[in-house]
T-cell receptor
């Protein structure tokens, strides 16, 4: 069945360093969504990418959707302690329409 | 209400007991989802409702798990004869439309279930 893999599982960075998490699907996606879950909280929708090669920015966060619509990345520039949490990608299968969540990347930021 | 509401927020019960978890989605949202999240793990899909019907039950881990939705609103997830491996946070999410729509999912705060 369709799988969405996310790497790395964990990342520890010093405040001010950059951070990137990668999401790869075994099948072509119609779109991909990104969510952030703060410690002890629930996932909160960040953004959705639909077009091949699409790049979207939210302040220090840059989201990319691959040309083949099978992978995506989230890059955070100059991390801050408020960026701490787990970032999930969720890919929607072009075939089934089902939204599949990745396992998440947990970011720790040392002040 | 403004967001997805889940109750109880915490539930501690003995192994073998039945539990019922409740989800009130955002008003007007036709799609409703249940997920399970074990400690430090990702989101495990359980079931999806479109209106009152459940076109995708593929994630329910065993026949001890069941869910229903009435009035295109409230949903309950029932776990019978609970086992220790059922301990997890159970998250509910709703969206404006389900199926192949691009609508984001809005999550509740979850029910933290602990089986002794």
């Amino acid at each position: 069945g369709q799988q969405v893999m996310q790497i790395p599982q964990y990342q520890h960075v010093q405040e001010g360093e950059d951070f990137t998490t990668y999401c790869n699907s075994s099948t072509t996606l119609s779109n991909i969504q990104w969510y952030k879950q703060r410690p002890g909280g629930h996932p909160v929708f960040l953004i959705q990418l639909v077009k091949s090669g699409e790049v979207k920015k939210q302040k220090r966060l840059t989201f990319q959707f691959g040309e083949a619509k099978k992978n995506s990345s989230l890059h955070i520039t100059a991390t801050q302690t408020t960026d701490v949490g787990t970032y999930f990608c969720a890919g929607r299968s072009s075939n089934t329409g089902k939204l599949i969540f990745g396992q998440g990347t947990t970011l720790q930021v040392k002040p | 209400g403004a967001g997805v509401s889940q109750s109880p927020s915490n539930k501690v019960t003995e192994k073998g007991k039945d539990v019922e978890l409740r989800c009130d989605p955002i008003s007007g949202h036709t799609a409703l989802y249940w997920y399970r999240q074990r400690l430090g793990q990702g989101l495990e899909f359980l079931i999806y409702f479109q209106g009152n019907s459940a076109p995708d039950k593929s994630g329910l881990p065993s026949d001890r798990f069941s869910a229903e939705r009435t009035g295109e609103s409230v949903s309950t997830l029932t776990i019978q004869r609970t086992q220790q491996e059922d301990s997890a946070v159970y998250l509910c999410a709703s969206s404006d439309r389900g199926g192949r729509s691009n609508q984001p999912q809005h999550f509740g705060d979850g029910t933290r279930l602990s089986i002794l």
